[in-house]
């Protein structure tokens, strides 16, 4: 039988429980998105390591350039990243002051290389459709850009014009998403001639494919059909690579790792001494990258499966060159000690 003021005790009890888990809620700190998951994923979550990052992050700046048919708004950079940004456009090129795919992944690139303290001068390119201005607008690019990022296939025959400008640029580090196979065979498109350390390939021209926030336990790239045959160099945590063939978020991620390490390094780095850095510092620890991923193991025992298979087939090519993910945190060790 209840007794008077059991009730209230009763409700006094509950309401304190609530208050609890309340409490318990709200320090539950929120999973990371956009660039603050790709930073924990690279090794570098906010805090004490993120700080040691731009302690360094000013040795020099870094001119990326974009070239692209999409074009690049200033107007909605500034906006999405709640700073002004250091676009300049050249040959013509103006604000298209429309949310395009290159804008979004101009966007990526500097809301990860801001986080990081690295100060980027963006040139935009915005050629026309005929590959022979696509060439003439990589070659302007990488005659004074540190870095050069596309996002755009260019298949077919006509493909050699701006493959054969990226190979004359060797001053100038080319990234480009890792792309799917879409009526030719992939021999015959810009990003087969990227890195391939064990044949015939330009050593300052990578590519990239990602490893998502949202499909644990796959990597993202095309279905394999046997007409894919160009190499991915590197693997790279993307928040917003979101289904098969979405390769291009890996692409962002990967320049601003490497404007990194052209804004953090002693000396001013070549193409190829960015890349090796890049190649020899992937992770492959099973335990380290669940806990970047935010991922079940068996989620990155079956990532790291794939990537076995890839880097070392039991047969077939070769189809992977660095077997791991990227990681900054590793980079940022190498380029810090004495």
Sequence with gaps: MLQRGDGARRWAVVLAA???VGVAAAQEPPEPTGAEWELRALGVPAGERLEALRAIADRRPVTLAIVGQGGVSASLLAAALGQEVAVEYRDGATDPEANTHDTQAARVIL???????VQVRLLVYHPGAPFSKVADAMAGAGAEADLVAFFQSFWGPEAALIADAIGAADGCLFISPYVEYAGYATSTCVQAHSAKPWAEGLAHFVTAAPVAFRDPGRLLTPAGAEEDTEVINFLAPSYYASGAGGT????EVTAAVA???LAASATRPAPDEI???MR??????EAALAGRLGWDAPA???LLTQVTALAAPEEGPRKLDAAGVLDLWEIYQRLSAP
Excluded: K
Aim: negative net charge.
């Design 18 to 20: 609530l208050l609890l």
């Design 111 to 117: 809301d990860v290389t801001s986080r990081l303290g």
């Design 248 to 251: 291009c978020p890996a692409g």
């Design 259 to 261: 404007a990194y390490v």
């Design 275 to 277: 890349v090796a850095l």
């Design 280 to 285: 020899e510092t992937v992770i492959a620890d």
């Design 300 to 302: 990155v025992a079956a």
